[in-house]
């Protein structure tokens, strides 16, 4: 059961193109992880955030955690080919792993 | 440090047949897990072990679906017989400090299984 939903599904950019992707969900988090994918390859944590309204940046991306806690969202700015990939946010409740969202897959076209 | 090691990378299966999968997670992370993951989706827990017992199976199909840690170190998940529904990458990963590790899920490359 996915108990977070992404969107976009599917992202196709231009090189040089900011893009926001949103992780939502109706349970509140008690933290929130970021992943990336690529083709053949497991995912790779990016971020934690673990207070609401949270923000973190990792050079040109920037993790925002809901003020809830039941959302968070991901911006990438001026989006580069090695950012190709599918994004996955997973959240934990206390005690508990980390369920996985649905993703979205990113394509930056040169 | 080596990461997480899976093997094979690739298995094409008929139906109806057996498939194991192995997994040798990070030394020293307690914690292993086995996820499935379809095309393009999040990946889904299959099970988790802490040290070589497993505290969460209920998302495991026990009829046709057993894991398996000996001595908390490796892991192996298999699946007899396999079905054509069971095409999926099969993803194992762990952390150190339990479900809620900060510093996240180490995953291996994955298992990609094709059932024909």
């Known amino acids: 059961t996915q108990l977070l939903e992404q969107s976009p599904q599917f992202l196709s950019i231009q090189e040089g193109e900011n893009l926001t992707v949103y992780c939502n969900s109706s349970s509140v988090f008690s933290s929130l992880q970021w992943y990336r994918q690529e083709p053949g390859e497991g995912p790779v944590l990016l971020v934690t955030v673990v207070t609401g309204g949270e923000v973190k940046k990792l050079k040109r991306l920037t993790f925002q955690f809901g003020d809830a806690r039941k959302d968070s969202s991901l911006h990438i700015t001026a989006a580069q080919p090695g950012d190709t990939g599918l994004y996955l946010c997973?959240?934990?409740?206390?005690?508990?792993?980390?369920?996985f969202g649905t993703g979205t897959s990113l394509t930056v076209i040169p | 440090e080596a990461g997480v090691v899976q093997s094979p990378r690739y298995k094409i299966i008929e139906k109806k047949q057996p498939v194991a999968f192995w997994c040798n997670p990070i030394?020293?992370?307690?914690?292993l897990y086995w996820y499935r993951q379809n095309l393009g989706q999040g990946p889904e827990l299959l099970i988790r072990?802490?040290?070589?017992?497993?505290?969460?199976d209920s998302q495991l199909p026990k009829d046709r679906f057993s894991a398996e840690r000996l001595k908390g170190v490796d892991s192996t998940l298999k699946i007899q017989p396999a079905e054509l529904g069971d095409s999926a990458v099969y993803l194992c990963a762990s952390s150190l400090v339990g479900p809620r590790d900060p510093h996240g899920y180490t995953f291996g490359s994955g298992t990609r299984l094709t059932v024909v």
């Open positions: 997973a959240g934990g409740h206390t005690g508990n792993q980390f369920y």
């Open positions: 072990y802490e040290n070589e017992e497993a505290v969460d």
């Open positions: 030394s020293g992370h307690n914690t």
